[in-house]
């Protein structure tokens, strides 16, 4: 099934810096998610974009969608220690079966802001 | 509050011996879905239930079975566990299918010897 990547697989900054993430996908989607895990908890949800919305802000959060391009970033501003996780994309697929659905998820981005 | 449970949270069992894993949400969602994830993996949908009495296979299904006979009740059943089982488990629940947030449990670490 369809899968999200995302690149880098790991960013470590400093705090106060900024950071991006990227998420690369293969076909059509209704909408991109994102979420976060902080280290072996469950997963948290971010913020939803729609095939329809270029770009979108929650707080220090801002995620852009290209559908063109099939990818999508993720930016933290004003990074804190607090904002150290995981960082995952979901694709919600425009075409499934009757019946059928399955929002996939990437390998996930490793964020370590350091103090 | 509005979660979702699963229970155990720690698990070690032995090959062979049939477990459950319970999985439950307050939020009266329709779709509810079981995710294992492994190191270098990322997370795998394992099955999925886009209502009561509709179960569907995911991507890794092999040696696991679900049953959703209540909506707001989700369980994942090992059969026969073997070492490859072993893992972090994650049920998730979201109000429909397409375009909502999925709700996560806390986790089941199972580890099979």
């Known amino acids: 099934s369809q899968q999200g990547e995302e690149d880098p697989q790991a960013l470590s900054i400093q705090e106060g810096e900024n950071a991006t993430m990227n998420c690369s996908y293969k076909?059509?989607?209704?909408?991109l998610q994102w979420y976060r895990q902080n280290s072996g908890r469950g997963l948290v949800h971010l913020i939803l974009?729609?095939?329809?919305?270029r770009e979108k802000h929650s707080g220090r959060l801002r995620v852009t969608l290209d559908t063109s391009k099939k990818s999508s970033s993720l930016l933290i501003t004003a990074s804190r220690a607090a904002d150290t996780a995981s960082y995952f994309c979901?694709?919600?697929?425009?075409?499934?079966?009757?019946?059928?659905?399955?929002?996939?998820f990437g390998k996930g981005t490793k964020l370590s802001v350091i103090p | 509050e509005a979660q979702v449970t699963q229970n155990p949270r720690y698990l070690i069992t032995v090959t062979g011996k049939k477990l459950t894993v319970t999985c439950s949400q307050n939020?009266?969602?329709?779709?509810m879905s079981w995710y294992r994830q492994d190191p270098g993996l990322g997370l795998r949908q394992i099955y999925y239930s886009m209502n009561v009495e509709v179960t569907d296979k995911g991507d890794v299904p092999e040696g696991y079975k679900v049953s959703r006979k209540e909506k707001r009740n989700f369980p994942l059943i090992l059969e026969s566990p073997s070492p490859n089982q072993t893992s972090l488990y994650f049920c998730?629940?979201?109000?429909?299918?397409?375009?909502?947030?999925?709700?996560f449990g806390p986790g089941t670490r199972l580890t099979v010897t």
């Open positions: 076909t059509s989607i209704n909408n």
């Open positions: 939020m009266n969602h329709e779709y």
């Open positions: 979901a694709t919600d697929p425009a075409y499934s079966g009757a019946g059928s659905y399955q929002l996939t």
């Open positions: 974009i729609r095939s329809n919305e």
């Open positions: 998730a629940s979201s109000l429909r299918s397409s375009g909502y947030e999925q709700y």
